[in-house]
C-alpha cells in the first residue's frame, strides 16, 4: 500500500514512469534530495492521517518505504 501510494506521488508530481520505480531504486537516481523526500512524507501524512518523521537516512524507495510502514505500525 505506502509503495503504491508512493510511487503515485512520484509519476504525478515528479513525472516519472511507473515501471521506473521498484523498490531498489535509488533516491539520487531519480534526482530527488532531502526536501524532495520531506514533500512525499507530507504528501504520504495526508493520505495516511500519521505524522511521519524522517530519522533516520534513506536511499532506496525500498528503505523510504519501509521506514513509513513501521512509523505507521508504531503509531497504530
Request: proline share 0%.
Given at each position: 500500500m505506502i509503495f503504491d501510494s508512493l510511487a503515485e506521488i512520484l509519476?504525478?508530481?515528479?513525472?516519472?514512469?511507473?515501471?521506473?520505480?521498484?523498490?531498489e531504486t535509488g533516491l539520487r537516481?531519480?534526482?530527488?534530495?532531502?526536501?524532495?523526500?520531506?514533500?512525499?512524507?507530507?504528501?504520504?501524512?495526508?493520505?495516511?492521517?500519521?505524522?511521519?518523521?524522517?530519522?533516520?537516512?534513506?536511499?532506496?524507495?525500498?528503505?523510504?518505504?519501509?521506514?513509513?510502514?513501521?512509523?505507521?505500525?508504531?503509531?497504530?
Amino acid at each position: 500500500m505506502i509503495f503504491d501510494s508512493l510511487a503515485e506521488i512520484l509519476t504525478a508530481r515528479y513525472g516519472f514512469e511507473r515501471a521506473e520505480i521498484t523498490m531498489e531504486t535509488g533516491l539520487r537516481e531519480l534526482g530527488l534530495d532531502s526536501l524532495d523526500v520531506i514533500d512525499i512524507l507530507v504528501e504520504l501524512e495526508e493520505q495516511t492521517g500519521k505524522e511521519i518523521e524522517l530519522e533516520q537516512k534513506v536511499e532506496t524507495v525500498g528503505e523510504l518505504v519501509r521506514y513509513i510502514e513501521k512509523k505507521c505500525q508504531e503509531d497504530a
